[in-house]
């Protein structure tokens, strides 16, 4: 069985499908459309298990 994984994003606060992520743009796909945009602009979402595993690792300042 095949399986693809889909990314979700988040743009602006439009949630996107990342078809191909690069240092300074990325293509996402937002209803049957495909744009190139500003990686800077987008926002991964991370489930709550890495980011306690990240915030537990992190430095305080």
């Given amino acids: 069985m095949n ?3 889909i ?3 988040l743009y602006y606060g439009i949630e ?3 078809i191909c992520q690069m240092n300074h743009c990325s293509l996402v ?3 049957e459309r495909s744009f190139v945009v500003d990686t800077a602009d987008l ?3 991370r ?3 890495n980011t306690a595993k990240c915030a537990n ?3 305080a300042a």
Avoid: D, G, P
């Fill in 3 to 5: 399986a693809t994984l």
């Fill in 7 to 9: 990314i979700r994003a």
């Fill in 16 to 18: 996107v499908e990342l």
């Fill in 29 to 31: 796909r937002f209803k």
């Fill in 43 to 45: 926002v991964l979402e």
């Fill in 47 to 49: 489930n709550f298990k």
């Fill in 57 to 59: 690792n992190a430095w």
